[in-house]
């Protein structure tokens, strides 16, 4: 996720970039002087892989591919210039120009994908060729883009619209167009897949709802509130490794953890739920839930969250990711003032999560 400020802003942010490797065990961070790549193995420390900072470039995005030592990395110097690297060697494999500024690039084991404002390219990683272009797609400013991690089956989503919420959903593998998901009425502010690219969540910039489909059918499949607030802008949307929690965090000074968690006939009630009364009304109702009319339904799919952190700053642009340190669920928030927060998330009883670490990025 770009923490990209390109105004006057810049001089007094710390960190342009920053970003969660696809297996989140590493960070990545752009700063005014080059990059950074940080390993996430413990809570206590975190220690860096990679430092370049001696460098004047100042790098805007950085995506490296899981554990490996390929980078992809643009600068604001040379924002039309993408630079494969292979870090550890010190070394550039290659070097591509686009007509237009880069908003983004992802990458998996098959392919690199680059997100310009109005077209996307898509990349062989095996000899970065390019194997398709997506042309003319609908003014995508933020550089919105995901894509899959897993190996088959891989895909790509990407705005269909800049006026409403829809969803692209493009095959890599197979080079062909999907299907498209009408996930919002206004515009997309943060998607996220789940490691199997099964599961996407999407915001739009309203950020009051955030909402769940399976891919690549599209059914909707899980319905939260973020809260009544106006004016939230949902910056990052990140699906737990077990798929069973997802952080959306914005530019205020709470990161929601919401539970996807299968009320009804599918899965046998848990214990505390059932016997609450609330857990019982809930059971009821989406037993029910399918003959009462579409729009009762989805009034009742609405979840709240199950867990918040409370960061101690608000109004910074942040990314978010939940993983598992040291064996237990923690939720990991980087901010552009360059900072990495490690919280604790109690996956029985959700509530608010303690704060374990911050280091310094
Ligand atoms: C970019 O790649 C070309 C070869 O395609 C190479 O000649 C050039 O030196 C590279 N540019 C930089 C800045 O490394
Ligand atoms: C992703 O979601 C699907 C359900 O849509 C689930 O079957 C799959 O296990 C999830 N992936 C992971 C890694 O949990």
Same mark, same amino acid.
């Given at each position: 996720y770009n923490l990209g400020s /390109? +105004?006057?802003?810049l001089s007094t942010r710390k960190i342009i970039f920053a970003n969660f490797n696809q297996d989140c065990t590493s960070l990545a961070v752009g700063t005014k002087h080059g990059y950074k790549l940080f390993a996430l193995? @413990?809570?206590d420390t975190l220690d860096v892989i990679y430092d370049n900072e001696s460098e004047t470039e100042d790098v805007c995005l950085v995506d490296r591919l899981f554990s490996s030592s390929l980078v992809a990395i643009v600068s604001l110097m040379s924002p039309r210039k993408l630079k494969v690297c292979h870090f550890k060697k010190g070394t550039e494999i290659c070097n591509y120009s686009y007509s237009n500024t880069i908003l983004g690039v992802k990458l998996n084991r098959i392919r690199l994908v680059v997100v310009l404002e109005e077209s996307l390219y898509i990349h062989?990683? /095996? $000899? !970065?060729?390019? *194997?398709h272009t997506i042309r003319d797609t609908p003014s995508n400013p933020k550089g919105l883009c995901c894509l899959s991690v897993?190996?088959?089956? @891989?895909f790509l989503v990407y705005p269909g619209s800049s006026i409403t919420g829809e969803v692209q959903i493009f095959d890599v593998t197979t080079l062909n167009a999907v299907s498209t998901i009408n996930a919002h009425d206004s515009p997309l502010a943060a998607m996220a897949f789940n490691s199997t690219a099964t599961k996407l969540a999407t915001a739009s910039c309203k950020g009051t709802v955030i909402r769940v489909f399976s891919v690549p $059918? +599209?059914?909707? *499949?899980f319905e939260f509130r973020r809260g009544v607030k106006r004016c939230v802008s949902i910056g990052s949307l990140a699906f737990s490794p077990d798929s069973l929690f997802l952080c959306a965090s914005s530019n205020t000074e709470t990161v929601h953890i919401f539970k996807l968690e299968q009320m009804g006939a599918e899965k046998a009630p848990v214990a505390d739920e059932s016997s609450s009364w609330m857990g019982y009304f809930n059971k009821v109702l989406s037993n029910s839930a399918s003959y009462l009319p579409s729009q009762v339904s989805e009034v009742l799919n609405q979840g709240r969250d199950f867990a918040t952190v409370k960061l101690s700053f608000q109004g910074s642009r942040n990314v978010c990711a939940i993983t598992t340190l040291q064996k237990l669920p923690r939720v990991l928030v980087a901010d552009e003032d360059g900072f990495l927060y490690i919280y604790n998330l $109690?996956? !029985?009883?959700? +509530?608010e999560c303690a704060l374990l670490r911050q280091h310094n990025l």
């Amino acid at each position: 996720y770009n923490l990209g400020s /390109r +105004g006057n802003e810049l001089s007094t942010r710390k960190i342009i970039f920053a970003n969660f490797n696809q297996d989140c065990t590493s960070l990545a961070v752009g700063t005014k002087h080059g990059y950074k790549l940080f390993a996430l193995n @413990s809570v206590d420390t975190l220690d860096v892989i990679y430092d370049n900072e001696s460098e004047t470039e100042d790098v805007c995005l950085v995506d490296r591919l899981f554990s490996s030592s390929l980078v992809a990395i643009v600068s604001l110097m040379s924002p039309r210039k993408l630079k494969v690297c292979h870090f550890k060697k010190g070394t550039e494999i290659c070097n591509y120009s686009y007509s237009n500024t880069i908003l983004g690039v992802k990458l998996n084991r098959i392919r690199l994908v680059v997100v310009l404002e109005e077209s996307l390219y898509i990349h062989n990683i /095996r $000899d !970065m060729k390019v *194997l398709h272009t997506i042309r003319d797609t609908p003014s995508n400013p933020k550089g919105l883009c995901c894509l899959s991690v897993n190996n088959d089956n @891989s895909f790509l989503v990407y705005p269909g619209s800049s006026i409403t919420g829809e969803v692209q959903i493009f095959d890599v593998t197979t080079l062909n167009a999907v299907s498209t998901i009408n996930a919002h009425d206004s515009p997309l502010a943060a998607m996220a897949f789940n490691s199997t690219a099964t599961k996407l969540a999407t915001a739009s910039c309203k950020g009051t709802v955030i909402r769940v489909f399976s891919v690549p $059918d +599209g059914q909707k *499949l899980f319905e939260f509130r973020r809260g009544v607030k106006r004016c939230v802008s949902i910056g990052s949307l990140a699906f737990s490794p077990d798929s069973l929690f997802l952080c959306a965090s914005s530019n205020t000074e709470t990161v929601h953890i919401f539970k996807l968690e299968q009320m009804g006939a599918e899965k046998a009630p848990v214990a505390d739920e059932s016997s609450s009364w609330m857990g019982y009304f809930n059971k009821v109702l989406s037993n029910s839930a399918s003959y009462l009319p579409s729009q009762v339904s989805e009034v009742l799919n609405q979840g709240r969250d199950f867990a918040t952190v409370k960061l101690s700053f608000q109004g910074s642009r942040n990314v978010c990711a939940i993983t598992t340190l040291q064996k237990l669920p923690r939720v990991l928030v980087a901010d552009e003032d360059g900072f990495l927060y490690i919280y604790n998330l $109690d996956p !029985m009883d959700g +509530g608010e999560c303690a704060l374990l670490r911050q280091h310094n990025l």
